[in-house]
């Protein structure tokens, strides 16, 4: 039900829907603002999401296409950076849910008189203009704008008690965006990181779905030798390499419906020729026990060839400044090779294998085996 603000405003459905779709609009809140303006009848809105100061240009989103654009919007951006400290509507915006009038902290002699009107607002048009100033739990702040030309309707008391009346919602929604940016952008790092040691690492839903892959990852996809996607599943070639991955992929899913906080991780080297040598690390994600199993990423894999020079073996040396002959042992013994196991992998006699494994143990702080696997695995795991 639409909230009446007065005889001509009032908060629509529609505007509240446009609103929360906006932090996953490929322009975010591209839709809410233009809907904000024909709801307004005003000449522009926009949404500030990174407020200007010396040197650095605001982020500007419009509702509508703006007068100004191109090379002239570029000179223009570049003159707010360095004048941004003029802006008379900002500096009357200090804290949370202010809003203001500029024609309430700056008279038109004024106004015509000062360099920021000159060369940021006169060019796009704006002779009027109403802004809140809003920020979030996780410290982003923005201002949210509503713009006009001098002739025509004119922003006033009730358009101030509309955007009062927006902004619990817009305060959620704009929460909701920073929680999605800092999620996707802390990611986007790890895999990038991971991309570095040319580790793939394939994100799989609650329904045994992939849904992300990282560079590393799709380039083994396109290869085809060893991993394919089949059906929205990623699937491993080889009989007994591609059975063995979806057992894992399988009780890794079935782990995580069991106990939302489980710590499933199964490590294991591929045999089959087409695979020969390629490490796979599986890992259940934890979730919250009040959320969807199948909602968001539920499972990670990481790939690692040992024939390229990114390997699971120079992580583990990254990580626990291992030299290679002992990372290589710590990779074996992480995948549950016995101590005599490891020894016929590498070549090596049982009593030089045992003696690696005391000072790989010394380096790590651990005093045995299992304690080297699990801290490795998690060590790895968290990457994700």
């Known amino acids: 039900m639409a909230q009446k603000i007065s005889d001509t405003l009032a908060i629509s459905d529609d505007l509240v829907m446009a609103l929360y779709r906006g932090p996953l609009e490929p322009v975010p809140w591209r839709g809410f603002l233009s809907t904000l303006v024909d709801l307004v009848g005003c000449q522009n809105a926009a949404i500030t999401l990174q407020l200007s100061r010396k040197g650095l240009a605001p982020m500007v989103l419009w509702g509508k296409t703006p007068p100004v654009h191109g090379k002239e919007a570029r000179d223009i951006g570049n003159a707010h ?111 990038d990181a991971l ?79 087409r695979a020969d040598g390629l490490g796979i690390l599986v890992r259940a994600i934890r979730r919250e026990r009040r959320a969807p199993a199948d909602l968001g990423p539920a499972v990670v894999v990481y790939a690692t060839d040992a024939g390229r020079s990114g390997s699971f073996e120079q992580l583990i040396a990254t990580l626990f400044d291992l030299s290679p002959s002992e990372a290589n042992l710590a990779a074996l013994l992480t995948q549950g090779l016995t101590l005599a196991e490891a020894a016929k992998e590498t070549g090596l ?17 651990v005093g045995r085996q299992a304690e080297l696997v699990r801290l490795i695995l998690r060590s790895v795991a968290m990457l994700g």
Request: aromatic residues 8%; contains cysteine.
């Open 81 to 191: 950076a360095e004048i941004g400290h003029l802006d008379p509507l900002r500096n009357a915006l200090h804290r949370s849910g202010d809003i203001v009038l500029l024609e309430e902290v700056a008279s038109r002699e004024a106004l015509e008189e000062s360099e920021f009107y000159r060369t940021v607002m006169r060019p796009y048009g704006i002779e009027q203009a109403l802004g809140m100033y809003v920020t979030e739990p996780g410290g982003l702040e923005c201002n949210i704008g509503l713009v006009h030309s001098g002739s025509g309707m004119r922003f006033g008391e009730e358009h101030k008690r509309f955007m009062a009346a927006l902004r619990p919602h817009f305060e959620q929604a704009l929460a909701l965006f920073s929680r999605i940016y800092r999620d996707e952008s802390e990611l986007e790092v790890l895999t």
């Open 195 to 273: 991309d570095r040691l040319t580790i793939g690492t394939f994100m799989i839903d609650g329904r045994g779905r992939m849904v992300r892959a990282n560079g590393a990852a799709q380039q083994l996809i396109d290869r085809g030798e060893t991993f394919r996607v089949m059906d929205g599943r990623l699937t491993l070639t080889g009989r007994s390499d591609g059975a063995r991955f979806r057992e894992t992929i399988d009780k890794a899913l079935a782990a995580r419906i069991a106990d939302p906080e489980s710590d499933f991780v199964k490590a294991f080297r591929c045999v089959d020729d």
């Open 349 to 365: 006699t049982e009593s030089t294998v045992r003696s690696y494994s005391k000072k790989i143990f010394a380096k790590v702080g």
